[in-house]
């Protein structure tokens, strides 16, 4: 194994990772069968994450496009591992590829030991993993960069994963995880029923892209945040906040507040200050059905216009790959 017998300069998160391996049976030189889940934990897994594949549909699409000359493609994953979408062209003639490249693989830690999604989802922060520090030898051709997603309550759902098999390693990728992510988990609070949201920054901040953003409904109650949002907040992680709970005005002036209006410094009850404006902005989520289809078109001009390969990729059947092409209710005859 070219990981576990380096423990002692590996990272303490790769050196536990590689210890639970270790207690759960596994040895450094079986064989990886990646496996796919049931059929019916895998309708499941994809009911339950179809806000989560909406939601990322077009990151994936626009992350694929950004990595293809690296030969790297991105899998986006539920919060156990298991393959909810694909992104970008995966070569399916390199077999290392076809068996992670596919939707309902079960990539958890205790199915394929030690990579950049068990990592990802265990330590809740953007990580790199190099080839040599995977725990099995089957793995140990693959480098990867993972980031966990977090929805709008701020629980981890899933993660998105980069990876390349026998490819330059590429550490600055966990970076282009990690602000492909902030997008989907900022698609994710805008989806979701809210009558405003906010900006906030510290002052004399000008980025918008460094803003975390507040979703707030007619009450004032707060239904949604970014993670950058709760960090600057110290938002509580499923309670019922609002923002009269939150800062030190009352809520309906920060209400009155309007998208043209210049941002302003805005008091918290820990007398910490930072800086509000009301965000322009609407969800960019399309409907499930909409978002579902454009999934499915992107697939099939992955795989070159091979339906068969898309609807593997995808977890779905030929007939619903056909169904969406032809834009009607049956699939062609024959």
Same mark, same amino acid.
């Given at each position: $194994?070219?990981?576990?017998?380096?423990?002692?300069?590996?990272?303490?998160?790769?050196?536990?990772?590689?210890?639970?391996?270790?207690?759960?049976?596994?040895?450094?030189?079986? #064989?990886?069968?990646?496996?796919?889940?049931?059929?019916?934990?895998? +309708?499941?897994? *994809?009911?339950?994450?179809?806000?989560?594949?909406?939601?990322?549909?077009?990151?994936?699409?626009?992350?694929?496009?950004? !990595?293809?000359?690296? #030969?790297?493609?991105?899998?986006?994953?539920?919060?156990?591992? !298991?393959?909810?979408?694909?992104? =970008?062209?995966?070569?399916?003639?390199?077999?290392?590829?076809?068996?992670?490249?596919?939707?309902?693989?079960? *990539?958890?830690?205790?199915?394929?030991? %030690? %990579?950049?999604?068990?990592?990802?989802? =265990?330590?809740?922060?953007?990580?790199?993993?190099?080839?040599?520090?995977?725990?099995?030898?089957?793995?140990?051709?693959?480098?990867?960069?993972?980031?966990?997603?977090?929805?709008?309550?701020?629980?981890?759902?899933? $993660?998105?994963?980069?990876?390349?098999?026998?490819? /330059? /390693?590429?550490?600055?990728? #966990?970076?282009?995880?990690?602000? $492909?992510?902030?997008?989907?988990?900022?698609?994710?609070?805008?989806?979701?029923?809210?009558?405003?949201?906010?900006? *906030?920054?510290?002052?004399?901040?000008?980025?918008? /892209?460094?803003?975390?953003?507040?979703?707030?409904?007619?009450?004032?109650?707060?239904?949604?945040?970014?993670?950058?949002?709760?960090?600057?907040?110290?938002?509580?992680?499923?309670?019922?906040?609002?923002?009269?709970?939150?800062?030190?005005?009352?809520?309906?002036? *920060? $209400?009155?507040?309007?998208?043209?209006?210049?941002?302003?410094?805005?008091?918290?009850?820990?007398?910490?200050?930072?800086?509000? +404006?009301?965000?322009?902005?609407?969800?960019?989520?399309?409907?499930?059905?909409?978002?579902?289809?454009?999934?499915?078109?992107?697939?099939? +001009?992955?795989?070159?216009?091979?339906?068969?390969?898309?609807?593997?990729?995808?977890?779905?059947?030929?007939?619903?790959?056909?169904?969406?092409?032809?834009?009607?209710?049956?699939?062609?005859?024959?």
């Amino acid at each position: $194994m070219q990981g576990a017998g380096q423990a002692n300069t590996a990272e303490p998160w790769i050196a536990q990772s590689w210890q639970r391996c270790l207690a759960m049976g596994h040895r450094p030189q079986q #064989r990886v069968g990646f496996d796919v889940v049931t059929q019916a934990a895998l +309708r499941r897994c *994809l009911e339950a994450n179809e806000p989560l594949r909406a939601a990322a549909a077009a990151v994936l699409d626009d992350l694929a496009r950004t !990595i293809a000359p690296t #030969r790297y493609f991105c899998l986006l994953t539920d919060a156990q591992g !298991i393959v909810a979408a694909v992104g =970008g062209a995966p070569d399916a003639a390199d077999r290392r590829v076809a068996a992670i490249a596919r939707v309902g693989v079960d *990539l958890s830690e205790r199915s394929v030991g %030690t %990579t950049a999604i068990g990592a990802a989802l =265990g330590e809740q922060r953007p990580v790199w993993l190099h080839r040599g520090e995977h725990f099995f030898e089957d793995t140990a051709v693959y480098s990867c960069a993972g980031a966990p997603i977090a929805d709008p309550d701020g629980r981890c759902i899933g $993660m998105l994963d980069i990876t390349g098999v026998l490819a /330059e /390693e590429r550490p600055e990728l #966990r970076h282009l995880a990690a602000r $492909m992510v902030r997008r989907i988990e900022t698609a994710l609070l805008l989806a979701r029923p809210h009558e405003r949201v906010f900006a *906030l920054q510290w002052p004399g901040a000008t980025a918008d /892209e460094d803003a975390g953003l507040l979703a707030v409904d007619r009450e004032g109650a707060i239904v949604g945040a970014d993670r950058s949002a709760r960090d600057m907040l110290a938002l509580p992680a499923h309670a019922a906040v609002t923002l009269e709970d939150v800062f030190a005005l009352p809520p309906e002036q *920060l $209400m009155g507040q309007r998208s043209d209006d210049p941002p302003r410094v805005v008091p918290l009850w820990s007398g910490v200050r930072l800086q509000l +404006r009301a965000a322009q902005t609407a969800p960019r989520v399309q409907p499930l059905r909409a978002s579902t289809a454009a999934m499915i078109r992107q697939a099939v +001009r992955s795989a070159q216009g091979n339906v068969a390969e898309a609807a593997r990729r995808l977890g779905v059947s030929r007939a619903t790959v056909y169904r969406v092409l032809a834009g009607q209710r049956k699939p062609p005859r024959g």
